[in-house]
């Protein structure tokens, strides 16, 4: 990698630390030169102003969730059926998240920004998850999840995996405070798992049982 292009993706490691913490109206230029250790001429030389820093941290964030997305969908559509693989796929975002909690604080931020970022975002956000929404869909069709609709359960979904860093004191609430953040997080996405295990009437255990016998080629 040429050392131009590792700059710029510090860069945008930091831009995303930045939006993340303090969000847009926050986040200045001036501090991302510091955080980045890089003078603000190069930052406008490879992005230009803060608005255009801010498309760019946007659109890798989808970029990164889109070409994992299309991957994993191929693979479990191919593999089980509507209701395991719908499992599976919210099942590995959860794990995404537990394990890169910057993105549900940037998509956090992103919300609660000016409202032409807002729609820029929502709208990339509905088009990365239209495999997920796809595989519910498919699965409303098929007889499970009765008396829901795509659109009410991909909300609700988004709703909780944001719980914990948007409401992160009502969050708190539900565990003993000495408890670690990553703990009390993979605990809760945990228990989301088995709530939609059980909407979609999926036997986790046998389920992550094939999942495993299937990478090892048996």
Partial sequence: MKQQDITKQRILECAKQLFAEQGYDKASIRNLAI???VSHGLIRHHFGNKEQVWYAVADQIMAEVMNERI???DYFQHNFPANDATYLMISQMLDN???????IKLIIQFSLGKQIHFDYFFN????ANKDLRTLIE???DKGYLKGMNASEITN???????MPAAQPKLFFANYDQKIEHKVATNH?????????ANLLQVNEQALN???EQLKLGK
Avoid at 156 to 162: A, D, P, Q, W
């Fill in 188 to 196: 809760y996405l945990e228990s989301v798992k088995s709530l939609f």
């Fill in 71 to 73: 991957q994993l969908n």
């Fill in 97 to 103: 998240l537990v394990d890169n909690p910057l993105i």
């Fill in 138 to 140: 498919n699965c409303c």
């Fill in 209 to 211: 049982t094939k999942v």
């Fill in 35 to 37: 955080e980045a250790q």
């Fill in 156 to 162: 609700m979904l988004f709703g909780m995996v944001s």
């Fill in 124 to 127: 990339q956000f509905l088009f």
